[in-house]
């Protein structure tokens, strides 16, 4: 007998629901209807079977497969009970994107593995193929020479894939395979391969409807000791003499090698690959949407395909596209796993009882990270000049951006703090504007909330990591810098000997209390402004001392830059060298982390120079969450100068004697 328990999340769907959120309401419970049916799954399982691990292979390159991969590893993370080994073959860019998603989403028992895809297309190249994959589209066929020789069995899966179950069920379906079954395959949902789509469609060889490589089973070792290699190419080079090309990458040489050898395919249920394409025929696989198991939106028309239980597909989709990553960082109970000890231990020697616990505690905090959330494209220049825009923002900046871009028209690095549903709205936001898709120069990086501060000096690391030119302008989103900005600043690179020096040149800031403004397109402009009272320097009413060391008065006539000195509480925008240190990640919410920064670029030597032809201007906005409780909540500014006393004790110890004027310097102001 075996009693069906309610997940602890259940209460949770229950209080979602609600007449006027009645289809996400059904998702929700379908869900949770698929989560009950594995508890008693789990229950029938044997302990050792909780314990094996799963191994996927799946191909990935570029930006858009590496944001499409995402919501596929979500949906086998919420289900799955067993540990887990990603086999990722792509290319740099994915590389680079996933390592990092990966090693800051902390998923215990999970192993990625990454290939290199570029190592592999020798191996395929030779292949004409019409597909929208293109190269990458063929991959799956090398996998027995790629993935490494002692693994003997792995589930591969195209990008575009959705779990509605957990993937232990289709592990065990290799249990099921007979004689010489190497390939567990789902039949082709479409009448794709009985070439009767249209007229003179002349498709490959296939067996009856042939099968779709969305979803396949490998067994690795059976494959090796058939020589798989040499009886794809033989078979490829066979039809390619009359088809010329393949129209579904390696789908067509996969049925191709079926066509000739039926025996080496174990069919799998229909609802192990519901395809969603152009001319499927899926719905007559399942006879109700809780039969599903695997969606795959096998159209390059996505989630706009037509089917008439799209909108379930849809909603289900949107469900993991939208899901708290953070949540599936639970432990697996009763596996072991490999934790991430070092952060266990820093946290554990903190003190919970320490009113400032919270603020301490961000430091050490790891955010999930989605690097280059867009497309990107940068060309090196060829002078060493290039300077990259660097700053962060949340959700409510988000109508910066175009303005932004339309003033500075070099590359661009921006962190951003978003949930994973506003990471969803930001990306509609962009692909809906002609201004940023324009723009092919700006990356865009997904800092996933967590905790209760805005980690603004963490933010802004993750941004300067991401740059690749050699100079970089520390600005903030709420900063519009001068038309012409960016070549002005190039231009200072040469005259300044920024290669060869230390210099932080400082771009003098203004602000406006008008949303609507004329914006100047010189200096002579913006002095009639500053004249007129519509311009003032920046935050001269409320904390004069962050940008008096510019000396305004003087830059107002000045034609050749000018060095000053640090002074107490100084906090300019900068342009430094790439090699600049970063900013300290003690400081979240409001309150010294620039000042912090630029007090240790003094502490390093670095000269600060002002431009006499440079400027930007702060444009008006309602305060921030995070100024509002610095305002308003006492032990908030408590801990803040607990951690500025901190700071600058550290400072003391790394820069000695030198150090010494700082602490002088704050007691004096």
Known sequence: ??????????SVITHYCSPSRSYNCFIQKHLLTV??????????????????????????????????????????????????????????????????????????????DFYDADELKSEVSWIPNKHYSGIYGLMKLVLTKTLPSDLQRVIVLDTDITFATDIAELWAVFHKFKGQQVLGLVENQSDWYLGNLWKN?????ALGRGFNTGVILLLLDHLRKLRWEQMWRLTAERELMSMLSTSLADQDIFNAVIKQNPFLVHQLPCFWNV?????????????????????????????????????????????????????????????????????????????????????????????????????????????????????????DRLQMLEAICKHWEGPVSLALYLSDAEAQQFLRYAQGSEVLMSRGNVG???????????????????????VNTPYMFLSDIDFLPMYGLYEYLRKSVVQLDMANTKKALVVPAFETLRYRLSFPKSKAELLSQLDMGTLFTFRYHVWTKGHAPTNFAKWRTATTPYRVQWEADFEPYVMVRRDSPEYDRRFVGFGWNKVAHIMELDAQEYEFVVLPNAYMIHMPHAPSFDITKFRSNKQYRVCLKTLKEEFQQNMSRRYGFAALKYMTAENNS
């Open 201 to 205: 469609h002349r498709p490959w060889p």
């Open 1 to 10: 007998m075996v009693t069906i328990q309610t997940p602890p999340n259940s």
């Open 444 to 466: 865009y990086h997904i800092v996933y909330k967590e905790g209760q501060f805005y980690p603004v000096n963490l933010l802004r690391n993750v941004a300067m990591k991401q």
């Open 35 to 112: 989560q009950v049916i594995q508890s008693i799954i789990d229950e029938e399982l044997e302990d050792d079977e909780l314990y094996i691990t799963i191994h996927v292979a799946i191909v990935c390159a570029g930006y858009n497969a590496s944001r499409d991969v995402v919501t596929l590893v979500k949906s086998v993370l919420f289900h799955r009970r067993n540990p887990l080994h990603f086999h990722f073959i792509t290319d740099s860019i994915a590389q680079h994107i996933l390592s990092s998603l990966f090693n800051t989403w902390m998923v215990p028992a999970v192993r990625v």
């Open 275 to 395: 395809q969603l394409s152009d001319h499927t025929r899926s719905e007559k696989c399942y006879k109700d949407v809780s039969d599903l198991k695997v969606i795959h939106w096998n159209s390059p028309k996505k989630l706009r395909v037509k089917n008439k239980h799209v909108e379930f597909f849809r909603n289900l989709y949107l469900t993991f596209l939208e899901y708290d990553g953070n949540l599936l960082r639970r432990e697996l109970f009763g596996c072991p796993s490999e934790a991430d000890h070092n952060s266990e231990n820093t946290l554990s020697e903190l003190d919970e009882d320490d009113p400032c616990y919270e603020f301490r505690r961000e430091r050490f905090t790891v955010h999930r990270t989605h690097l280059y959330f867009l497309h990107y494209e940068y060309q090196p220049s060829a002078d060493n000049t290039d300077v990259t825009l660097v700053a962060q923002l949340s959700m």
